[in-house]
T-cell receptor, first 109, second 116 residues
Framework: GQNIDQPTEMTATEGAIVQINCTYQ??????LFWYQQHAGEAPTFLSY??LDGLEEKGRFSSFLSRSKGYSYLLLKELQMKDSASYLC??????????WGAGTKLIIKP | GAVVSQHPSWVICKSGTSVKIECRSL??????MFWYRQFPKQSLMLMAT?????????EQGVEKDKFLINHASLTLSTLTVTSAHPEDSSFYIC????????????FGPGTRLLVL
């Protein structure tokens, strides 16, 4: 079966760095997405990785290793507004998005 | 760019009534739109994939006669929840994929449905 694993919840301090991991097992691979979802709101797109390596976008970076079925989202200089759920999703061979359950990130002052 | 709107954002209705939710891509054409449902503290659940001009593809366990999807144009898809019941109360979110090969899905703001 297809499976996306990410931690249920993480806590970090304002100003610090946090890494949210995602491992996946899917039927084929056509890219991995990270989305941010604030409580009561729809997800917003953060990043897309289809090749191995690190993609940096401001305070957020996303890394992919296809051979290991592994990705992480790195958030630097954490702000209180970064408190949200972070969803990892993988596009399989039929271009279906397989969603992880999300990681709830709690930022403390 | 890549803005998706949904209307209405909130619906409260009586059990047995039908509710229509609209999803529009405002500044791009979307050959494919997706409808998701999300229950509190749970992840997104794909309900159906909607392709412009053809019948929607429903996920296993989703009743196509209950959740009617119409994708009449490249910028509009609608989801109608027919004969809604309290267990249909949920957060319904649409997303749209850009025509022309980009795989990123852009989400609408969601519609919160409460069936009394």
């Amino acid at each position: 079966g297809q499976n996306i694993d990410q931690p249920t919840e993480m806590t970090a301090t304002e100003g610090a760095i946090v890494q949210i991991n995602c491992t996946y097992q899917t039927s084929g691979f056509n890219g991995l997405f990270w989305y941010q979802q604030h409580a009561g709101e729809a997800p917003t797109f953060l990043s897309y990785n289809v090749l191995d390596g690190l993609e940096e976008k401001g305070r957020f970076s996303s890394f992919l290793s296809r051979s290991k079925g592994y990705s992480y989202l790195l958030l630097k200089e954490l702000q209180m507004k970064d408190s949200a759920s972070y969803l990892c999703a993988v596009m399989d061979s039929s271009y279906q998005l397989i969603w992880g359950a999300g990681t709830k990130l709690i930022i403390k002052p | 760019g890549a803005v998706v709107s949904q209307h209405p954002s909130w619906v409260i209705c009586k059990s047995g009534t039908s509710v229509k939710i609209e999803c529009r891509s405002l500044d791009f054409q979307a050959t494919t739109m997706f409808w998701y449902r999300q229950f509190p503290k749970q992840s997104l659940m794909l309900m159906a994939t909607s392709n412009e001009g053809s019948k929607a593809t429903y996920e296993q366990g989703v009743e196509k006669d209950k959740f009617l999807i119409n994708h009449a144009s490249l910028t509009l898809s609608t989801l109608t929840v027919t004969s809604a019941h309290p267990e249909d109360s949920s957060f319904y979110i649409c997303s749209a994929r850009l025509a022309g090969g980009q795989e990123t899905q852009y989400f609408g703001p969601g519609t919160r449905l409460l069936v009394l």
